[in-house]
Structure formats: structure tokens, C-alpha cells
């Protein structure tokens, strides 16, 4: 059996020069046997570089 699990949450990275940005991101997670089989995380880092 497969459950699958989505995960809205915002990451918060502190650059080199200080600067702390926050960024949201979706996880999706499926289960397996009560083990994670598969992990996709969809996040747009240009924010952080920019």
C-alpha cells in the first residue's frame, strides 16, 4: 500500500552577506511499508541568489 503525503512550508536560508530569505516550497512524499520511497522537494532558489 502507498500513502502519499503534500508538504506546503517556507524555508528561511541565511545568505553569506547577512541577509536572511524566506522562501515557500512543496514536499511530496510517498510511502511505502511505512517507509519514505520517494522525496521530490519544489523550491525556486533564485530568490536566495538573487
Do not use: E
Not at 506546503?8 to 512543496?26: E, F, I, M, S, W
Amino acid at each position: 500500500m502507498k500513502d502519499t503525503v503534500i508538504v506546503q512550508a517556507d524555508v528561511t536560508y541565511l545568505r553569506k552577506d547577512g541577509r536572511r530569505v524566506t522562501v515557500p516550497n512543496a514536499d511530496i512524499l510517498t510511502f511505502s511499508g511505512g517507509l519514505v520511497r520517494d522525496w521530490r522537494i519544489y523550491i525556486d532558489l533564485a530568490p536566495v541568489y538573487a
